[in-house]
């Protein structure tokens, strides 16, 4: 199974969102599979921490996707994060478009039923706020999640290594 962990940097308040998908390949039903969900509200010296610790218990072949600010500050975050990610695959997305239209690829995975969840004590909260989409105040688990997924399609298979190679709007579960 690939896998990436989208993050949605929360400011301000908003929660900041780790969300890991995981991809099963094209041949198996549900092929993309919601693994894990991480929140956290909090300064930015605990985000970092927080990224940096869910990436080493995701274990190295789990790709990490974090968003980029528009502007100096964005670019400033971003390079930070890939220096202290030192190690891991890390992809770095700016967003175009709105919210809507950046998360219809991954609902029409969902609405397909395409896509599955580990239950866990995340995944009420998960499935509220996609549900809720775009309508509720918040959107960061639609954001991680729409992101990692967005990684996964493109191709993304892990890091290869010469022992091992990795194989590869309307919501609903």
Same mark, same amino acid.
């Given at each position: 199974?690939?896998?990436?962990?989208?993050? &949605?940097?929360?400011?301000?308040?908003?929660?900041?969102?780790?969300?890991?998908?995981? &991809? /099963? $390949?094209?041949?198996?039903?549900? /092929?993309?599979?919601?693994?894990?969900?991480? +929140?956290?509200?909090?300064?930015?010296?605990?985000?970092? *921490?927080?990224?940096?610790?869910?990436?080493?218990?995701?274990? *190295?072949?789990?790709?990490?996707?974090?968003? #980029?600010?528009? $502007? #100096?500050?964005?670019?400033?975050?971003?390079?930070?994060?890939?220096?202290?990610?030192?190690?891991?695959?890390? =992809?770095?997305?700016?967003?175009?478009?709105?919210?809507?239209?950046?998360?219809?690829?991954?609902?029409?995975?969902? $609405?397909?039923?395409?896509?599955?969840?580990?239950? $866990?004590?995340?995944?009420?909260?998960?499935?509220? #706020?996609?549900?809720?989409?775009?309508?509720?105040?918040?959107?960061?688990?639609? &954001?991680?999640?729409?992101?990692?997924?967005?990684?996964?399609?493109?191709?993304?298979?892990?890091? +290869? /290594?010469?022992?091992?190679?990795?194989? *590869?709007? =309307?919501?609903?579960?």
């Amino acid at each position: 199974v690939a896998r990436c962990r989208g993050w &949605d940097l929360g400011a301000g308040g908003d929660p900041t969102e780790g969300v890991l998908l995981g &991809d /099963r $390949g094209r041949d198996e039903v549900p /092929r993309w599979v919601v693994l894990d969900c991480v +929140t956290h509200v909090g300064p930015p010296h605990e985000v970092h *921490a927080l990224v940096k610790r869910t990436a080493e218990a995701d274990g *190295a072949e789990v790709a990490v996707v974090l968003p #980029q600010d528009p $502007g #100096q500050a964005g670019k400033d975050q971003a390079h930070t994060f890939v220096r202290e990610l030192a190690g891991f695959t890390v =992809r770095v997305r700016r967003p175009t478009g709105d919210k809507v239209t950046r998360a219809g690829p991954w609902s029409s995975q969902v $609405g397909a039923r395409n896509a599955a969840l580990v239950r $866990g004590p995340w995944t009420p909260a998960f499935v509220a #706020q996609l549900h809720a989409f775009p309508d509720a105040p918040r959107d960061d688990k639609v &954001d991680a999640s729409s992101d990692a997924f967005a990684e996964l399609a493109s191709g993304y298979e892990g890091p +290869t /290594r010469p022992e091992k190679r990795s194989h *590869a709007p =309307r919501w609903g579960f």
